[in-house]
């Protein structure tokens, strides 16, 4: 999983504690999160066209989350930018080589059997969770976020 999930979900949680504020420029969550602007604005394109994220342009255009936070998951963030493929998939590779002995395995893969529970599970896990599920786990850093962007230039 890349990097810009991470940015991307705390993006999400910095916009849920700004919600009254209005759209936040990309300059602006670039230079709270010190990252590469237009990298994030790729990102946060990807949230937009999965109706995570809406955008206004212009000068006091900007970024906000689409939905509320309890209705976006982690899931629906992951998905966003990285894609629904699976991250494991199985080759058969156990049907090539010597090893296979020229013959058709009659049972599923064990090891894909394992790596698709675990995907599910993680699934399931990253779909129970909300946005608002990471606001409430932080508290102290919605106050701070709220404080210091107050103070932030234009």
Known sequence: ??????????????????????????RKLAAWFDLPQEYLKKR?????????????????????????????TIMDVVTALEGPAEAFRCEEIRQRGVGAEGGR?????????????????WRRELAGQTIADLMAGAPESAAR??????RMPG
């Open 44 to 72: 946060l394109q990807a949230l937009t066209r999965a109706g995570v994220l809406s955008s206004v342009p212009g000068v006091k255009g900007g970024f906000s989350l689409a939905r509320p936070p309890e209705q976006i």
């Open 145 to 150: 976020t709220r404080r210091n962007y107050a």
């Open 1 to 26: 999983m890349g990097e810009g999930v991470e940015w991307g979900l705390h993006c999400c949680v910095t916009l849920g504690w700004l919600k009254d504020e209005g759209p936040v420029s990309i």
């Open 105 to 121: 395995f009659r049972r599923p893969c064990g090891i894909s059997i394992a790596m698709r529970r675990a995907e599910l599970a």
